[in-house]
């Protein structure tokens, strides 16, 4: 039976260490503080900016919550991503997708500073990430290396296949690992023999939005498989894209869905807050 990595205790350890690193700056005068903006009440971003509200109240982190309706014009909300690009006293701005149909994602993320860009998502922080120089890492993918590293998993020579090439996670995922010394593989829906390809990895790292989709049949003994998925099953109980009772069962070590991947990604949020004030040179 795999060993099952805690995503919640490694996401506790790591917002832990940065309510330490926060409470020692307030005593130098410094706060740090998040802007969240959110338009429209999409139910699901409702949860997902309420948790980061949570989690910037446990860490000690400001935090600045804007909820803009619906009907909300691309220039109103342009607007105040420049007004917040120009406060001193705010470090990190997050625009919650997706955003409603009217606006264009990609003019609102480019109109964000790439200093305060704490989602990962800005081109110049993609880019950096490419060449490796400082900026943002995308919360998701930077939080998977840390359950890896924190689990005592090996990625140095290890053969490491993402299924997946999303700009969120399988791009900046394989980015990560090649970063650690991992030998990558991305595949995805064109891939041909793709459990054959997977059965390679020694970490497999799956992001493909399809409930259950990876069995035991894609998995190599021993392996550490990384459930990215956020799924419903046939009983609408949330899942992930690995049948987790089925690749338990050959894995090394396993992220069972909730619970692993997913407290992570705000784990990393509150990180990356710390990096907005070190990168604005606070």
């Not at 099952?4 to 996401?11: H, L, M, N, R, V």
């Not at 860009?117 to 800005?122: R, Y």
């Amino acid at each position: 039976m795999a060993k099952i990595i805690d995503g919640k205790a490694i996401s506790k350890a790591i917002k832990d260490e940065v309510k330490q690193q926060v409470e020692e700056w307030k005593q130098q005068g410094i706060t740090v503080t998040l802007a969240v903006i959110q338009v429209g009440s999409n139910q699901a971003s409702t949860v997902y900016v309420n948790n980061k509200k949570k989690a910037c109240e446990y860490t000690g982190i400001r935090s600045l919550s804007y909820e803009l309706p619906e009907e909300t014009t691309q220039e109103e909300l342009l607007s105040l991503v420049r007004e917040l690009n120009d406060r001193e006293d705010v470090n990190g701005i997050l625009v919650q997708l997706p955003l409603p149909a009217h606006m264009d994602e990609d003019e609102v993320i480019r109109t964000i500073s790439p200093k305060k860009d704490v989602d990962g998502f800005h081109p110049q922080s993609v880019g950096a990430l490419c060449i490796g120089q400082p900026g943002f890492v995308s919360c998701t993918p930077a939080g998977i290396i840390e359950l890896l590293k924190r689990s005592g998993v090996e990625i140095a020579g290890r053969e490491c296949v993402v299924i997946g090439r999303s700009n969120i996670v399988g791009k900046p995922m394989a980015i990560l690992l090649l970063r650690e010394n991992g030998t990558v593989t991305v595949a995805h829906s064109k891939t041909a023999d793709l459990k054959a390809v997977a059965k390679r990895a020694d970490i497999l790292v799956v992001a493909v939005g399809k409930a259950k989709m990876i069995t035991s049949e894609y998995v190599k003994p021993g392996a550490a498989v990384i459930d990215v998925g956020m799924d419903r099953d046939e009983n609408n109980r949330l899942c992930g894209d690995v049948d987790f009772e089925d690749v338990e069962k050959v894995a090394g070590s396993i992220t069972p869905v909730p619970g692993g991947v997913g407290p992570m990604t705000i784990a990393m949020l509150m990180h990356n807050c710390l990096e907005s004030v070190k990168l604005q040179g606070k």
